[in-house]
């Protein structure tokens, strides 16, 4: 079946430094998704992106989308303790009646201040 | 609130025991999945819902897990006869139904079996 791989699985960084995860597809996808989960919370959807090659930017996050849609990655520049959480990428393949998302194992990021 | 909710939050319960949680997704969502997420990792998809009827259950969905839709709106996830292992956020997501569409979480159900 359909698995989606992230890492690194833990990130501890300075406040102000970058952070990048990854995340990979052992199969073509439709398009993926990215979501964050605060320590007890829920998954927030952030971002989707569909194209290949695509790169969008919200603010100091950076997504982008492989050329052969089977991988991703998020990047944040200069961190803020509020970006504390864990990031999941999260794959869909299309076109055959199931939208469910496949999740990666997440990247835990700790901010320290 | 018009986000997605769950309830009970949170349920503790003892082996053996069944026990339900509801999902009432955004008003308008035709689409909705149940996804089940254990520590340190990611939700994992369990089942999903187009308005009333139940289009596809993963294979983690053993014989003691049931869902229902009846009206196409609120969902119903039901596990009887629970087992530790049953353990667990139950979290549901609706979305609208398009192609693409991003789905949208609740806060889930935290389930203790002891």
């Known amino acids: 079946g359909q698995q989606v791989m992230q890492i690194p699985q833990y990130q501890h960084v300075q406040e102000g430094e970058d952070f990048t995860t990854y995340c990979n597809s052992s199969?073509?996808?439709?398009?993926i998704q990215w979501y964050k989960q605060r320590p007890g919370g829920h998954p927030v959807f952030l971002i989707q992106l569909v194209k290949s090659g695509e790169v969008k930017k919200q603010k100091r996050l950076t997504f982008q989308f492989g050329e052969a849609k089977k991988n991703s990655s998020l990047h944040i520049t200069a961190t803020q303790t509020t970006d504390v959480g864990t990031y999941f990428c999260?794959?869909?393949?299309?076109?055959?009646?199931?939208?469910?998302?496949?999740f990666g194992t997440g990247t835990r990021l700790t901010i320290i201040p | 609130d018009t986000g997605v909710s769950q309830n009970p939050r949170h349920k503790i319960t003892k082996r053996g025991q069944n026990v339900t949680f509801r999902c009432d997704p955004i008003s308008e969502h035709n689409r909705l999945y149940w996804y089940r997420q254990t520590l340190g990792q990611g939700p994992e998809f369990l089942t999903y819902?187009?308005?009333?009827?139940?289009?596809?259950k993963s294979r983690l969905l053993s014989d003691r897990f049931s869902a229902e839709r009846p009206k196409g709106s609120f969902s119903t996830l039901e596990i009887q006869r629970t087992e530790q292992g049953d353990s667990a956020m139950y979290l549901c997501a609706s979305s609208l139904g398009g192609n693409q569409e991003t789905q949208y979480f609740g806060p889930g159900t935290r389930l203790l079996v002891l």
């Open positions: 199969t073509t996808l439709s398009n």
């Open positions: 819902f187009q308005n009333e009827a139940q289009l596809e």
């Open positions: 999260a794959g869909q393949i299309l076109g055959f009646g199931n939208e469910k998302l496949t």
